[in-house]
């Protein structure tokens, strides 16, 4: 006798977990492809070669999962037990088998089954469960950060929507262009994520030694480029880079609750110097994009206020180019009233 229980559920399948940074090759067509940023995202962006491989991926999965249910299924003498409960879902055993689940003895050339629908749970169990579940709905209700009522959106997407229904446009991440400059925004997009990582690692490393670290991480023919840029950074008196970068917070993580939205965003480096806070974003690209920093500076600073802190400057930083534009922050009333006075 054999026994197959919940054949109406999903199987847990990776996905291709480990594959969405890997790089892909196509045995057939001999393309090879991974995901890159975009030079207006830190999302990266995959390819169809990379859709494709995670597809085939997934059916080798599914193929194992068949498999399984054929050794369940080819083991049993006298009788096999099949129950599910609910929806079936289309990739569970049940929804992958040929069954035809029409109520009564179905007889095939080679065997017989019989489906019954019947309802086999015990009363208390359902009852318990139920008072669970609206327990557990009630206190995710009651916490800020698990609701099912507040939506999280991260900084970046929240500016895309909110300038997108502003322009009356539509934000895309896919813009059509040659593969040369395409290139290049993925490449200034991974140059930015590596500059950040150098100031990341300046704040908080031992005995940090700028040189040898570039020599290490970056390309050679970026070397020169990149240690001018970081002493260039360092030794600014406007913003006081030296004091932040010895006192301040870098690549600080924050939520913030507004209305029915959580706005989730990663601060570059912040920090209090004579009495005044300064909040800092560096951008490794033109500084053609200096307006959208600003804005999501200014969502950055909502976490600041919440905190207490009452006098911010904002302050992007292109060092690349050695350009800076430094901004006072608006307070807290009109950022509110700026960006949040359609949502409900």
């Known amino acids: 006798h054999v026994l197959v229980v919940d054949c109406g559920k999903a ?40 859709y494709n491989y995670l597809d085939e991926i997934k059916m080798r999965e599914l193929q194992e999962s068949d498999r399984l249910f054929y050794v369940a299924l080819t083991r049993a003498v006298k009788n096999l037990y099949i129950s599910w409960q609910g929806d079936i879902h289309e990739d569970s055993w049940l929804g992958r088998s040929s069954f035809r689940l029409v109520p009564g003895i179905n007889r095939l050339k080679k065997y017989s089954y019989q489906f019954q629908n019947v309802e ?8 318990k469960n139920k008072q669970k579940e609206q327990l557990s709905l009630e206190v995710l209700n009651l916490s800020k950060l698990k609701s099912n009522k ?7 997407r929240f500016l895309d929507e909110f300038n997108s229904v502003n322009a009356n446009t539509f934000a895309s991440s896919f813009t059509e262009g040659d593969a040369q400059s395409q290139l290049k925004g993925t490449q200034v997009a991974q140059l930015g994520s590596d500059f950040h990582l150098l100031f990341e690692k300046a704040r908080y490393a031992k005995s940090f030694q700028p040189r040898e670290y570039i020599q290490k991480y970056f390309s050679e023919n970026l070397h020169d480029k990149i240690l001018k840029a970081f002493h260039w950074v360092k030794e600014l008196n406007m913003p006081p880079m030296q004091s932040l970068l010895s006192t301040g917070y870098v690549e600080w993580g924050f939520q913030w609750q507004c209305q029915d939205l959580i706005l989730e965003g990663q601060i570059d480096i912040w920090g209090n110097v004579s009495e005044e806070t300064w909040l800092i974003d560096y951008k ?16 950055y600073s909502l976490a600041l206020y919440e905190m207490g802190y009452n006098r911010i400057k904002k302050a992007v930083l292109f060092p690349f180019a050695e350009k800076v534009v430094i901004e006072q922050a608006l307070n807290k009333k009109s950022l ?9």
């Open 284 to 299: 490794s690209g033109s500084s053609e994009y200096v307006q959208k920093a600003m804005q999501q500076l200014d969502l």
């Open 336 to 344: 509110i009233e700026k960006y949040f006075k359609n949502e409900k």
């Open 11 to 50: 199987p847990q399948l990776s996905g291709g977990a480990s594959e969405h940074t890997r790089i892909h090759i196509d045995e057939h067509t001999h393309f090879w492809s991974f995901a890159l940023p975009t030079a207006d995202s830190a999302n990266k962006e995959k390819t169809i070669i990379d």
């Open 150 to 156: 507040l939506r999280k959106i991260s900084v970046t």
């Open 120 to 127: 086999i749970a015990d009363e208390g169990l359902v009852y």
